[in-house]
């Protein structure tokens, strides 16, 4: 268990900056093993930049990375997002 | 950046403290007036800016801890030893100051009277933020969800809210303490860390089906879900907010 380990809870506000919805409540599909769960419920990283894993089978979904004025994704990871409109 | 009509989107507002309530030798409640503050839900959270002098930023994140009350939202901050946010929100901050801050945030940990229940709540230290948020919505409402609390805190005097909460306890609503460090003379309840044994005890059964909130520090976090689930909790059910290894 890594104690620095956080919820998709944590970046709620910072996903909201990007995406201008709520996106605790996205659902999210592992591109590994498939598993789709609410994007509140993944497990976070904060380093240098935010890495976002599966709660199932750790592979990496996301990683973001953030200056002042400007957000980068990497979404190789996830296979499908499902927002609310 | 501009204000926009998007749906959803985020903006930095100021916010003016109103009111600074002691809660424990480390944790302060304080409470700010935000104009045109939009209404939240138990369980969300706001993003607070500092800035300072030569333009450094500092961004955090706290859970609300009143139930919705107009323009009104108050947050619980433990002071953090060599925090780069906390001390200021704690020490310096006077009435009439204004801080930058945005929210509400997050739908995922939240919860409402009409989503029902059984409740089980279970703190970590200031963990019982957003889980009290709920009570007080709750109570606010009139609402007898049938509701539990298992609250652990280091010592009685690390106990946050421990006066309201003993006031609201009843109407369905059963709290039941764990301190783990020092217990006051003829303490009865629970003198150890939260482990599976006591989940069994003071949750509600699987065929219940209730629905969990656990927050508090990451290892606390995960104690309480493996428990959970070792007992056959589903765990679809168990909502969780870690804030990491040394509280926030």
Redesign the interface.
């Known amino acids: 268990m890594d104690e620095l380990m956080l919820d998709g809870n944590a970046i709620a506000g910072l996903l909201q900056e990007v995406f201008a919805v709520e996106m605790t409540t996205a659902i999210g599909t592992c591109g590994r093993c498939g598993a789709a769960g609410p994007v509140g419920a993944v497990h976070v990283y904060r380093g240098a930049g935010i890495v976002l894993r599966c709660p199932h089978c750790d592979n990496t979904l996301a990683k973001i990375v953030k200056n002042d004025s400007r957000v980068w994704i990497d979404f190789r990871g996830i296979q499908t997002l499902e927002v609310a409109i | 950046m501009a204000r926009t009509a998007?749906?959803?989107?985020?903006t930095w507002q100021l916010a003016e403290l109103v009111e600074i309530v002691a809660e424990t030798p480390r944790v302060k409640t304080i409470v700010f007036d935000v104009p045109g503050w939009p209404g939240h839900r138990a369980g969300q959270?706001v993003?607070v800016r500092l800035t300072a002098e030569d333009g450094y930023?500092a961004e955090r994140?706290y859970s609300i801890a009143s139930a919705p009350d107009g323009t009104r939202v108050a947050l619980t901050v433990q002071r953090l030893k060599d925090g780069e946010v906390s001390p200021y929100l704690t020490d310096e901050l006077r009435p009439g100051d204004k801080i930058e801050l945005?929210?509400p945030?997050?739908?995922?940990?939240v919860w409402e009277p009409a989503e029902g229940g059984p409740l089980m709540l279970v703190a970590g230290g200031s963990g019982i933020v957003p889980l009290m948020a709920m009570i007080r919505t709750r109570a606010a409402a009139g609402d007898d969800t049938e509701t539990r609390l298992l609250y652990s805190s280091r010592s009685q005097d690390d106990v946050i809210y421990r006066d309201e909460l003993e006031r609201l306890s009843g109407n369905g609503l059963t709290v039941v303490h764990a301190l783990t460090d020092s217990q006051p003379p003829g303490w009865t309840s629970y003198a150890r860390r939260v482990d599976a044994e006591m989940l069994a005890e003071v949750a509600p059964s699987p065929a219940k089906q209730p629905r969990f909130y656990a927050c508090g520090?990451?290892?606390f976090v995960?104690a309480v879900t493996g428990g959970l689930v070792r007992l056959g909790h589903d765990p679809?059910a168990i909502?969780?907010?870690?804030?990491?290894?040394t509280g926030r």
């Open positions: 998007l749906r959803g989107r985020l959270h993003d930023q994140s945005r929210g945030i997050g739908g995922y940990f520090p990451t290892p995960e679809l909502k969780t907010e870690r804030f990491g290894p």
